[in-house]
């Protein structure tokens, strides 16, 4: 089941840069019996070698804006780090229901 979470997940990283927390999350606490905690930690650790294959293919590609990329990723470190420590403190229940809001808006803010 973890490798076709994984396959699945590569896939659409690959074509639509998503794949971590909208699918790996789902399908990990769906189909494998994980916890939200311990499913949204194993979907980061996931995401590290899912994002080095995708931003390769992209980057052979010509693809990748590398200043703007890092300008985005190196504050990202921070408030991933910050956004861990918090999620260390939050019960599971109010972290789900906060992911599920946040991609109910995300899901229609990109429909419209």
């Not at 971590?20 to 606490?29: K, Q, S």
């Not at 650790?45 to 990748?64: D, K, P």
């Amino acid at each position: 089941m973890l490798v076709a979470i994984g396959l699945v997940a590569g896939f659409f990283s690959g074509l639509f840069g998503v794949g971590g927390g909208i699918l790996i999350v789902p399908l990990l606490i769906a189909f494998a019996a994980y916890r939200a905690k311990p499913a949204m930690a194993t979907s980061l650790a996931a995401i590290l070698f899912t994002a080095i294959a995708a931003a390769a293919s992209h980057a052979f590609a010509g693809n990748v804006a590398w200043k703007e990329g890092a300008l985005i990723g190196l504050p990202a470190v921070l408030g991933a780090y910050l956004g861990a420590a918090l999620h260390q403190r939050v019960d599971s229940r109010r972290v789900t229901l906060a992911f599920s809001v946040f991609l109910a808006a995300a899901a229609v803010k990109l429909a419209l």
